[in-house]
């Protein structure tokens, strides 16, 4: 199935809750100018919901969507005709990040099939074309360094094109990033004089060594999260775990797994105070720690996660993400709160509460009343627990993120609740916190 960019969409569809592009702005939201389109059977499909700019300022709130898992695609001739990718992915309610270019060079210079991206028309149709078929539509790119306003243009680009957000592939191997501190901090500032409220998330190996050897400080003071790269199936080799002990983390008997893995990364990432992503190793097979790596993502207060790559999945990982669907923080208000209470626990803002909740008077809240916290916002130990130190299962939830969650163990929570099977809890059930 190829691309016909300069073919309308039937009907003026409305995408859900995308970043307005500069063409729309320019037409007036009438759909005066020619959307680009994918053409072939079943390639339309409507998605009910209102277009809604993102924005409001680089704060937590502004993801301007429920988190959702994300499959990543490399290029068309190793992950799958465009179709398939789509429909797939639609059918396990993820969404999808694409790569659109590496440096300075569209994907075309590398995907020699008639879908590649080859320009940021290109970009426009494939978000069109992914969100008309309930595949939530982000990019991601490689950033080198060598020309970092041109970089940024071309980041700026992707962005008006339709993509919710962008990942920074950042890291200190041949042919990704040779720049220097000044250069990456160059591309910031120019991306954000650009898109100052659009979502750009930097992506890292998340081994602590290669960490060390990238400009992280320059690229987090201009990103709204990190997604460290835990591959752990990949990583699980006697030279890293050496490695891995001379960063000062040591490997347990079970060695590198997901949990060890993401907490190595955590670890070293903290110091920059951003909500964490973590992208899932795709050649592991779902038995092989999936599971794991989504509670230990959960664990380390992420929402949701991605899974590099598509087309070397088992696919066995995808019904497994619906089963363990990305997590909405949230908290139910108790008599005496306030908002900057509330925002004090959950180490976010008055501000950012409201933007995510849509509150029209912050001044009145209700006891009962469940607020959802902003993206990235990361509970103190007692944020969720009500006066009868009391815990509500929620969607995603499992023994184990719980326990990490308060600050307990898998056993204790088991004990306190009568509990025998670890792997069965229902949402909405209620947990006595030991």
Known sequence: MALAEHLPLLGGPTLRERRL?????????????????????????????????????????????????????????????????????????????????DGTDWMSRYDPTSNAVASAARVEAFAHFFENGGVPFHAWAVV???????????ASDVLDAGARSLFLDLEPHKGFWAGSPEAAQRFGEALRRLQPS??????VDARPWTIDRIPMSEFAAFSDAIAP?????????????????????????????????????????????????????GTATA???WREFVD??????AESISVWRFGVADPAIWPLLRELAPRVLSYVVQPGD??????????????????????????????????????????????????????????????????????????ALMQANGLSDASVLLVGQRLVLP
Do not use: C
């Open 21 to 101: 592009t500069r063409r729309e702005v320019l037409a007036g939201l009438g759909g005066a100018g020619a959307a680009a389109a994918l053409i072939g059977p079943g390639a339309v499909r409507a998605v009910a919901g209102a277009l809604r700019p993102g924005g409001g300022g680089r704060t937590a709130s502004s993801v301007g969507s429920d988190p959702h898992h994300l499959g990543w695609v490399w290029q068309f001739r190793h992950d799958g005709e465009p179709a398939f990718v789509r429909d797939t992915l639609a059918s396990y309610g993820l969404g999808v990040a694409l790569k659109t270019h």
């Open 144 to 154: 080198t360094g060598s020309d970092p306003e041109r970089e940024a243009r071309m």
């Open 198 to 203: 659009a979502r750009v998330v930097t992506s």
């Open 229 to 281: 790269q835990a591959y752990w199936s990949t990583f699980a080799s006697p030279d890293n775990m050496v490695r891995y002990l001379a960063s000062g983390e040591v490997v347990g008997p079970a060695g590198i797994t997901p949990a060890f893995v993401i907490a190595a990364a955590v670890r070293r990432l903290a110091s920059y105070g951003l909500p964490v992503h973590p992208i899932g190793d």
């Open 287 to 289: 038995s092989n720690g």
């Open 296 to 301: 230990a993502s959960y664990g380390a207060a």
């Open 338 to 411: 306030t908002l900057a209470a509330i925002a004090e626990k959950w180490d976010t803002s008055v501000d950012a509460i409201v933007a995510a909740n849509e509150l029209t008077n912050p001044n009145v809240i209700v006891a009962g009343t469940r607020l959802r916290m902003p993206y990235g916002a990361a509970p103190h130990v007692d944020a969720t627990r009500s006066s009868e130190e009391a815990y509500i299962v929620e969607s995603g939830d499992t023994l184990w993120s719980i326990a990490q969650r308060f600050g307990t163990s898998v056993e």
